[in-house]
């Protein structure tokens, strides 16, 4: 059987402690050096050296709630504070590389979508089309009272509020630029046609948005768009809207499930079922025998803090798990989780639909379940049970960096080439026609194609 490759993205986040918990403390990370840019540009040239196709960051725009009744665990344990800008730093990862897709998330509640339209543009043009967007709607309770909120919005509602958001963002960089509008034509004195650039004139309950779009459409006009989320309203949302999926399934089954049912809601929205890239995260601790890997792994848990891990799982979730007997059962609080709610979903799930699953069920999991230890022969064959059971491709979460993604893409890459699994060089163009073969801009059947020429007005009668 031919196998397409696998996709293979780069998962990290500008902050010391973003999903490695404790491991900031060791001498073969670079994670207290975040800061700065120079484990970045060391970063981008390693996975350029692996033809990854991207590099996605992750963001949050408020503390993660409280564990053990306050936020000093976060602090301590460096988790996501202090937490920088990505947005700012992919511009000087652009320049430094010439393939390599950049991801960044932004969440709605953080921008107003005609300044978040124009900087994404901006990014877009200045990178030659590289540029994605993972949309997140803030699941932190502080990061809505960062923006005026009293606090978050019910779970549901945060995804009606991207819906709102998106048709204004999608408007501007679909709708109010016609093609071909930026003649720069120097001999007529003409830069731009006025006939070919239209004002948006959007009305919805939390936007009113005049337009124009401020910035010429770029090589992509959207940027490439991932989502995250797995719950029933957050596959509705990623079935209209999104090209790349973030998930994070315990198994490949659970995985195939996600996958399959994502696909069909796309399909019924009038999309094809392949226009929904997923990348599986995963941790992979590589050796050059078992032995040494599992040598390696154990190394890498002695610096595992089970304290992070929980102050993360329990602010992202909303429930504090603090001071809780590890044995206490979590399985029935999903209904009330107003934060991430696949978390407990998914740990029901892989525990077979129980859910009797307790805190310490939730540890053991999220450390053993998505993470493979081996040579690379052996990791290369785990990689193809996730993508028989749908996976597109691998969302890599390091345990060091820039250490992880180094491993990777000097001892697995090279088995993956062999098996025709991962490309031997880049294809041109954008990330988009990287991502799927096709075109820099996305298919007609996408929502945010409805927006192209529809400000344009009717040619007059002669
Ligand atoms: C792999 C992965 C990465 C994520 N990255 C972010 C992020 O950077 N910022 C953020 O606010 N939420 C992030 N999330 C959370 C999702 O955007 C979403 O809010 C969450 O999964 C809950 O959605 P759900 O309740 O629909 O499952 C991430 C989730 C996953 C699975």
């Known amino acids: 059987m031919t196998r397409p490759r696998l996709l293979l993205n780069a998962f990290t986040m500008n902050t010391a402690t973003h999903v490695s918990y404790g491991t900031w403390r060791r001498d073969d990370t670079r994670q207290t050096e975040f800061h700065t ?33 306050g936020w000093d665990t976060h602090v301590t344990e460096g988790l996501q504070i202090p937490n920088h800008d990505p947005a700012a730093l992919v511009s000087a990862l652009a320049a430094a590389t010439e393939h390599l897709g950049i991801v960044i998330t932004s969440s709605v509640l953080q921008d107003h979508p005609f300044s978040f339209a124009r900087k994404i543009s901006t990014l877009d043009h200045l990178s030659g089309g590289r540029i ?13 009272r960062n923006f005026g909120l009293s ?23 679909e709708g109010s630029w016609d093609d071909g509008a930026l003649v720069r034509d120097r001999e007529r004195g003409i830069h731009a046609d006025p006939a070919r650039v239209h004002k948006i004139n959007h009305h919805s ?12 459409p770029s090589p992509q006009r959207t940027p490439v768009l991932f989502q995250a989320g797995t719950s029933a309203a957050g596959r509705a949302f990623a079935a209209r809207h999104a090209e790349g999926v973030f998930i994070s399934q315990g198994s490949p089954e659970a995985a195939r499930e996600v996958i399959e049912h994502t696909r069909g809601l796309a399909a019924a929205a009038g999309r094809a079922r392949g226009d929904i890239k997923f990348f599986q995260g995963l941790t992979v601790i590589v050796g050059s025998s078992e032995y040494e890997a599992r040598r390696k792994a154990a190394d890498l848990d002695s610096s595992f803090s089970e304290t992070g891990l929980l102050a993360h799982r329990s602010g992202s979730i909303g429930i504090d798990f603090g001071g809780l007997p590890t044995d206490t059962p979590i399985g029935d609080l999903a209904d009330q989780v107003q934060g ?3 978390a407990i979903e998914g740990l029901i799930r892989a525990a077979g639909g129980r859910t009797d699953v307790t805190i310490a069920d939730f540890v053991r999991h999220k450390q053993q379940a998505t993470r493979i230890v081996g040579t690379p022969e052996q990791i290369a064959d785990e990689l193809e049970r996730w993508q028989d059971a749908g996976v597109d491709g691998i969302n890599l979460q390091y345990l060091v960096t820039p250490g992880s993604f180094a491993e990777f893409a000097d001892h697995v890459v090279p088995v993956l080439r062999a098996r025709g699994l991962a490309q031997h060089e880049y294809s041109p163009g954008t990330l988009r026609r990287k991502l799927t073969g096709a075109d820099n801009i996305l298919p007609d059947t996408h929502p945010a194609r409805a927006w192209h020429g529809a400000f344009t007005p009717a040619p007059v009668a002669p």
């Open 340 to 342: 991430t709610r696949s």
């Open 132 to 144: 994605g967007w993972n949309i997140v709607t803030s699941a932190l309770r502080n990061s809505a």
């Open 151 to 173: 606090d978050r919005l019910a779970h549901d509602s945060r995804y009606e509020w991207a819906e709102e958001y998106a048709e204004v963002v999608y408007k501007l960089w």
């Open 205 to 216: 309950p939390r936007y009113s948005v005049e337009g124009p779009h401020l910035s010429a």
């Open 37 to 69: 840019l120079d484990p970045w540009l060391e970063l981008v040239a390693i996975l350029e050296r692996g033809t990854f196709d991207s590099v996605f960051f992750a963001d949050v725009v408020g503390l993660y709630d409280d564990y053990d009744g």
